[in-house]
């Protein structure tokens, strides 16, 4: 079934249709999810979120983009929604930390299993990780969008909605600031490709 069959037959409501929209890019929602948040059961969520989202708003997908980058943005967006629902959270604990509540949350290190990560590469990759959580949030998701989920330069523009030029620069600086990030735990290194 080709793109515009498949819209035509979301639109109308067809549940196959729609089953198969998430056999196709079930695992590419994950993956970008978990990428971003670093945490499975976030990432379980964040998934079923955007195939909810998707269903609701499939009726005005005009079909400009391709479907995998209309998930991509989709993605993003709620993966990104809940890692500032998670930052006020945490804020909001501290604060009640500080006021005596019993409440406390604590914060444990990045602990996940990133299906594109080999088990020899875990320490590495747990690293590299924490490291994403600590650049600027445009760096990370053009970063991840790159070098995690294999997406062209063009490809990550058209996701983000922004030029190729901007995303050149973006995971330029992301490298940068990596570089910076892991000297911390590796000592001197050469530019991460």
Known sequence: MNQPELIAQLQQGNEQAFTKLVDDWQDMVYNTALGIVQNEEDADDITQEVFIQAYQSISSFKG?????????????SKA??????????KRFGFVQSLLGSGDEEHIHPVLFNHPGV???KKEKARELFNALKRIPEKQ???????????QSY?????????????????????KANLKKELIKYYGTLKDPK
């Open 118 to 120: 080999e088990l020899e």
């Open 64 to 76: 400009d983009a391709k479907i995998s980058t209309w998930l991509y943005r989709i993605t993003v």
């Open 140 to 150: 990370r998701i053009a970063f991840t969008l790159h070098k995690l989920e294999g």
């Open 154 to 174: 063009q490809e990550v523009a058209e996701i983000m909605n922004t030029t190729l030029y901007a995303v050149e620069s973006l995971i330029g600086r992301a």
């Open 80 to 89: 990104l929604d809940h890692e500032k629902r998670k930052k006020r959270k």
